[in-house]
């Protein structure tokens, strides 16, 4: 059974500010998947990244970077230079890498990027 | 690529009335989830199927919902009789097999009165 933690539940910045969200989780699996989803006001959750437990590298894409460690089971999410559409709520959900794969999400970071 | 599909985006009944939600995946994807998100929650799994069988069923509610997928390829997630706790979002994912990346509809948001 895996749980996740996201202690902010709501952050608001200015445009071109930094911010990172925050994710801890907890796991009974040796090995395991993390993940990151975005939801905006329309509804539909978009799927950001996938990291497996075994690769603690921190991944760049764009303006997104993330951070996993292992040994503090966080896995922290920053937006460089946000723009008013990164506004949304966004999920960390671990995983199985076995069996259902089931996600198991947390009540989520609602990000208000102000202009 | 078209993404998942799901109907109705908006459903609007009184308590003790049937509803039913419907899902197209993405093609190809073998497993099809449920999911219902309650207001300022994250995403609940109620079903997961692998083809045509529900391999993972724990958590939905089997005395009023019900759900199939018959040929392997669209679901449909059934409520009856619909109560007023089950105004939700109800979210359909999809993903392909060996991946567990989800993919996921926009949802029906269903409002009981």
């Known amino acids: 059974a895996q749980k996740v933690t996201q202690a902010q539940t709501e952050i608001s910045v200015v445009e071109k500010e930094d911010v990172t969200l925050d994710c801890v989780y907890e796991?009974?699996?040796?090995?395991?998947?993390l993940f990151w989803y975005k939801q905006p006001p329309s509804g539909e959750l978009v799927f950001l990244i996938r990291?497996?437990?075994?690769?603690?590298q921190n991944e760049i894409s764009g303006r997104y970077s993330w951070n996993f460690q292992k040994s503090t089971s966080s896995f922290n999410f920053t937006i460089t230079a946000s723009q008013v559409v990164d506004s949304a709520v966004y999920f960390c959900?671990?995983?199985?890498?076995?069996?259902?794969?089931?996600?198991?999400f947390g009540k989520g970071t609602k990000l208000s990027v102000i202009p | 690529e078209a993404g998942v599909v799901q109907s109705p985006r908006y459903k609007i009944i009184e308590k003790k009335q049937p509803v039913a939600f419907w899902c197209n995946p993405i093609?190809?994807?073998?497993?099809l989830y449920w999911y219902l998100q309650n207001l300022g929650q994250g995403p609940e799994l109620l079903i997961r199927?692998?083809?045509?069988?529900?391999?993972?069923d724990s958590q939905l509610p089997k005395d009023r919902f019900s759900a199939e997928r018959l040929k392997g390829v669209d679901s449909t997630l059934k409520i009856q009789p619909a109560e007023l706790g089950d105004s939700a979002v109800y979210l359909c994912?999809?993903?392909?097999?060996?991946?567990?990346?989800?993919?996921f509809g926009p949802g029906t948001r269903l409002t009981v009165l």
């Open positions: 990291r497996n437990s075994f690769d603690e």
């Open positions: 093609s190809g994807h073998n497993t």
């Open positions: 796991t009974r699996d040796t090995t395991y998947y």
């Open positions: 199927y692998e083809n045509e069988e529900a391999v993972d």
């Open positions: 994912a999809s993903s392909s097999p060996g991946y567990n990346e989800q993919f």
């Open positions: 959900a671990p995983s199985s890498m076995a069996g259902s794969y089931q996600l198991t």
